[in-house]
């Protein structure tokens, strides 16, 4: 359906991708639970590996499931394409590893999701790849980090877990100027293509943890990548077939499809409650700092309102103490104390000692993550109900 590339992200979210399932004639993509795919005859396969025929050959170089659903993703992040992965860190491991060789340089911001800093800082350097944290909403640190081997500028905006904003537009710009096959790669995860599209400000390649709102459901574990048809190609031959094998399963595609018909509907609802949930935060007396950037006060506020729709349903907050925030973690009922994000249930944790434990103690203070930080992924429950949850924790802390 050639016309959905120019209808909005709910429909595109629905109709969007070329279904080549026309034999029952069913309404969902039917799920290709396959290994492999036959060929008529060994001449036949020979064309399709030698790229002289369409067709299918072994799903972990394409399956027909999972091509839907990447035709989909690639049109909701207005992508030439996009290639599917296993895992959130399935697709950022391959990316990296199809960009960066021995001898390469990469920047990345030093507020990250704590396993993609330990795939920069404690992986891709013990092969050969220089690494340099910056702060990326630094102008002037992103230039004063280029350098002749820079091959890639990787950051999160709003970066997990203290909402940080990068200005995408202006990064971009300087890295591209300095040298164009930069590839600057923005993992979207947090905003969602509801809320941000990080290769309309200039970016490159825009990764996923899938995991979260574009399935929405808590049930799937799964990644994307998007970009231009060219690199995606490169990803699929190099960075999947070949490095990290990270491919996704038919049947998570199958669900990734049927949480992406409510996609437009939820992002705005998970929206409105952590707007309704900042407001009591900030008004309650044992917490020290509310970190969202719809707050005024947010240092990437200005950048947030520029290049965002609107401004997320994750929220950050500071208590007292770790302690303080364990024992808020556990007086809470309705919330749920778990990683992960963008779900319908509301899901709290405590970066330092989850997701973010992979960071030392120093590199948690260089990367502005306090001991005291608490990540709350807004859910889509009644939002009244979760702040009067809030209210009997905070009464017994
Ligand atoms: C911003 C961000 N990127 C990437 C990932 C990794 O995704 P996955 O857990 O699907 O591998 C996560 C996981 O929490 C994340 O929050």
């Not at 491991?93 to 795939?119: E, P, Q, R, V």
């Not at 990787?154 to 990068?166: D, F, H, Q, R, W």
């Not at 240092?299 to 208590?319: R, S």
Request: charged fraction near 20%.
């Amino acid at each position: 359906m050639e016309d959905v590339k120019n209808m909005s992200i709910a429909t595109k979210a629905i109709h969007g991708g070329v279904s080549k399932e026309k034999g029952y004639g069913s309404l969902s993509m039917p799920i290709y639970q396959t290994s492999t795919f036959v060929f008529e005859t060994a001449e036949q396969g020979g064309r399709r590996f030698a790229g002289e025929e369409e067709g299918y050959i072994y799903s972990r170089l394409g399956n027909p499931t999972i091509s839907l659903l990447e035709e989909k993703i690639a049109l909701l992040e207005g992508a030439e394409a996009c290639v599917a992965f296993s895992s959130g860190m399935g697709a950022i491991s391959s990316t990296l590893w199809t960009i960066a060789a021995a001898g390469k340089h990469i920047i990345a911001d030093s507020t990250l999701y704590g396993c993609t800093f330990a795939l920069l800082n404690h992986g891709m350097t013990r092969y050969g790849v220089e690494v340099s944290f910056i702060d990326t909403s630094d102008l002037d640190q992103v230039k004063n980090a280029l350098k002749d081997n820079t091959c890639a500028v990787y950051l999160e905006s709003p970066a997990n877990p203290t909402l940080k904003i990068e200005d995408i537009a202006e990064v971009a710009k300087i890295a591209h100027d300095f040298n164009k096959d930069i590839k600057v790669v923005v993992d979207n995860t947090f905003a969602t293509p509801v809320l941000q599209k990080p290769l309309e400000l200039g970016a490159d390649v825009v990764v996923h943890s899938a995991t979260k709102y574009l399935n929405g459901h808590g049930d799937v574990i799964a990644g994307f990548a998007c970009g231009t048809a060219e690199f995606m190609a490169e990803m699929r031959l190099f960075g999947l077939k070949d490095m990290t094998g990270a491919v996704l399963g038919p049947q998570e595609a199958f669900l990734i499809m049927r949480g992406l018909k409510t996609l437009a509907l939820r992002v705005p609802k998970h929206v409105e409650n952590a707007k309704k949930i900042v407001e009591y935060l900030v008004s309650e007396p044992k917490v020290k700092k509310v970190y969202y950037p719809g707050l005024e006060d947010h240092p990437g506020h200005d950048i947030a309102a520029k290049q965002m729709a609107d401004f997320g349903g994750m929220v950050a907050f500071e208590v007292e103490s770790r302690e303080a925030g364990a024992a808020l973690c556990n007086a809470l009922e309705l919330c749920t104390c778990a990683v992960s994000l963008g779900d319908a249930e509301t899901l709290i944790e405590h970066p330092a000692s989850m997701t973010h434990s992979p960071y030392t103690a120093e590199e948690l203070a260089e990367a502005g993550i306090p001991e005291g930080l608490i990540r709350l992924a807004v859910g889509l429950e009644e939002a009244d109900e979760l702040i009067a949850d809030f209210k009997q924790a905070f009464a017994k802390i």
